[in-house]
């Protein structure tokens, strides 16, 4: 079992930044890709980015060179880093992690981030 707690979201004006943490939790051992999605009101669940176990990393097109995503093994934490935000960044952003194992997904609560002036 993984649980997932994200922090780092609020309120922001356009252009601006925020960094989105997300601590696991528990048989952490067997976490391999890890990934952050976003939902907006009335919209699906979208993928925004996610890196591998190596560190590799994969972007929405919308964010990209924008966003930043990184992971620290040793805090057992993923971070997203957001610059240059826009009214359609807004949403609630959802930590994703793989079991390498099994390729079970493990999710944590949300944490909202809104842009607005």
């Known amino acids: 079992q993984v649980h997932l707690v994200e922090s780092g979201g609020g309120l922001v004006q356009p252009g601006g930044s925020l960094r989105l943490s997300c601590a696991a939790s528990g048989s952490i051992f067997s976490i391999n890709d890890m990934g952050w999605y976003r939902q907006a009101p009335g919209k699906e669940r979208e993928l925004v980015a996610n890196?591998?176990?190596?560190?590799?990393?994969n972007y929405a097109d919308s964010v990209k060179g924008r966003f930043t995503i990184s992971r620290d093994n040793a805090k057992n934490t993923l971070y997203l880093k957001m610059n240059s935000l826009k009214f359609e960044d807004t949403a609630v952003y959802y930590c994703?992690?793989?079991?390498?194992?099994?390729?079970?997904?493990?999710w944590g609560q949300g944490t909202q981030v809104t842009v607005s002036s």
């Open positions: 994703n992690a793989e079991d390498g194992s099994n390729g079970f997904e493990y």
């Open positions: 890196i591998g176990s190596g560190g590799k990393t």
